[in-house]
């Protein structure tokens, strides 16, 4: 944040009923401030009691006017007085409640935290290292491993590059076309072999895994066999190497002696998907992985954190690496001797010595939130199955520390959903529009602790219907998984549908938990 801002302050402004204040990371570089504030209840709607201000001297601490002009009144604005200065510097947690106090006019009854991704991981921090400052937080598919996210990044471009020029798809620079490892129709059968394993298991077969404990490696392994091409690759079946790689990362980057370096991926549906209202394939999944299958050069999402792994996450830092440089750096990764480098610190004898390792700074796995919970902190956290830039089990096996460092059972202050078939933090053949944050402020600041959240299928031609709904049911405990309705829900949605939808309840036997 620039601590210089341009205040602006509306005079006959009407004054915020808001009890509640939703600040997220707030920057005060660009406050609009009500007029009480920072002139003792004096109002700075004239010329002359706006320019009073510039020599004003009872400001809050930190705080100092440089200027201030007078703008009269136009169609869409009362006359205010502008105000160039300098306000409190103290950005983010710090600064909010003095920010708060200014624009509200009161002090601040409740904090509350939301984001998704790198906002997911500062989520999962703020209940770590700041419990204090937060009432309620929502955390989504967190990226709580930071620097291994991208490291798995590399290993499935090695993977991929691999098989893609073992399948002879090249780009006309001469790199291997990772994008066409797998067309958006070999997703679809692969889409299609999970859910002809998976589906059913949770007791509905709609298109939706929810039984992803009982999802695993074998069951999926038969079915994409089925799959297997027996001659030529063709549109309608996978290749044994397309199936075998894919497997291989599925199972979690690893050295070359199978040490596991970051966490398996759950086998969700949700890698592939056709909307049956315009025929376009689902592409947040590859995006990460493979990148574009008609792009010219390689555009995986992963590719991108290749200079952060050589100079944020790595101790020493490197030399950044440019964009073209990514795809060789990533091939000459060495697992069994690089990842140490995130666990590093700076050399002996460096000046000035670093001693942070990248991973203490950015890991946010504490499994001990006795802090949050004392102060009466609840926490919300979300994460799809179908993620490829973070992986849901590495987040299922954080949640269920918490619930062992707690006691057996984290439910009353902290509940974890997972969200089927979504990709990172969005998208996907999946139920992925939903709003967690009232029922958070309903749970801080009147007890009524949440169970399901209704949540909507913003693109419900992935499953070739109308209008989809369903609960998501907060996971209570490992593996254990509640049989679900044994009606199909494939038929296109009705009324009498979406009404059925609304008034499943978790607890009943619709969801995993
Ligand atoms: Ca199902």
């Known amino acids: 944040m620039n601590p210089r801002a341009a205040m602006d302050r509306s005079a006959g402004a009407n004054r915020p009923t808001l009890a509640i204040a939703m600040v997220a990371a707030l920057g005060l570089g660009a406050c609009s401030y009500r007029n009480e504030v920072i002139a003792n209840g004096a109002a700075f709607d004239t010329p002359q009691a706006c320019g009073a201000l510039a020599t004003a001297v009872a400001l809050p601490p930190h705080t100092r006017i440089l200027a201030a002009v007078f703008e009269t009144a136009t169609p869409t604005r009362p006359a205010h007085c502008r105000i160039d200065g ?80 073992r399948l002879g798809k090249s780009l006309p620079d001469g790199q291997p076309a990772i994008g066409q490892s797998f067309s958006d129709g070999d997703l679809l059968l692969v889409r299609n072999a999970v859910l002809k394993a998976c589906d059913a298991l949770d007791g509905l077969s709609d298109g939706i895994v929810d039984n992803l404990p009982a999802c695993t490696a074998p069951r999926v392994h038969v079915q994409l066999l089925t799959a297997q091409c027996p001659g030529a690759k063709g549109d309608s079946c996978l290749t044994a190497d397309q199936i075998q790689t894919l497997e291989t990362e599925y199972a979690g980057a690893v050295d070359s002696k199978g040490r596991q370096l970051y966490s398996d991926w759950p086998w969700d549906p949700g890698m592939g998907g056709v909307s049956a209202t315009d025929k376009s394939y689902s592409q947040a999944w590859r995006s990460w992985w493979l990148g574009s299958p008609s792009a010219t050069a390689n555009n995986a999402i992963k590719l991108s954190f290749v200079s952060a792994i050589s100079v944020l996450y790595t101790s020493a830092p490197k030399v950044p690496v440019a964009d073209s440089d990514a795809l060789p750096f990533s091939l000459a990764y060495d697992f069994d001797t690089d990842p140490a480098k995130i666990y590093g610190t700076s050399a002996p004898g460096v000046t000035p010595g670093y001693t942070p390792s990248s991973a203490s700074m950015y890991f946010t796995e504490a499994t001990d939130l006795s802090p949050f ?60 529009s939903f709003d967690m944050l009232p029922q958070l402020v309903q749970w801080v600041e009147a007890g009524t602790a949440p169970d399901s959240v209704l949540a909507k299928a913003s693109n419900p031609g992935y499953f070739n219907v109308g209008a989809r709904s369903r609960p998501l049911c907060p996971r209570t405990r490992s593996g254990r998984a509640t049989r679900a309705r044994a009606t199909s829900m494939t038929r296109p949605a009705s009324a009498a549908n979406n009404r059925r939808d609304r008034r499943a309840l978790c607890g009943s036997r619709w969801c995993w938990r």
């Open 86 to 165: 300098d306000i409190d510097a103290r950005v983010g947690v710090d600064g909010q409640p003095y920010a708060t106090r200014a624009y509200y006019g009161q002090p601040q009854r409740y904090a509350y935290f939301q984001g998704c991704s790198e906002g997911g991981r500062e989520a999962l921090l703020m209940s770590q290292r700041y419990p204090e400052h937060y009432d309620g937080i929502i955390a989504g598919d967190p990226t709580l491993h930071l620097p291994l996210g991208p490291l798995a990044g590399i290993h499935t471009t090695q993977l991929f590059a691999g098989l893609a020029k």
């Open 373 to 432: 919970k004392r102060r009466g902190g609840k926490l919300m956290v979300y994460h799809g199955g179908a993620d490829s830039s973070v992986s849901l089990n590495d987040t299922l096996r954080w949640y269920e520390g918490v619930a062992r460092q707690m006691g057996g059972s984290a439910q009353d202050f902290a509940r974890m959903y997972v969200v089927p078939g979504m990709n990172h933090c969005r998208g996907g053949p999946a139920t992925d």
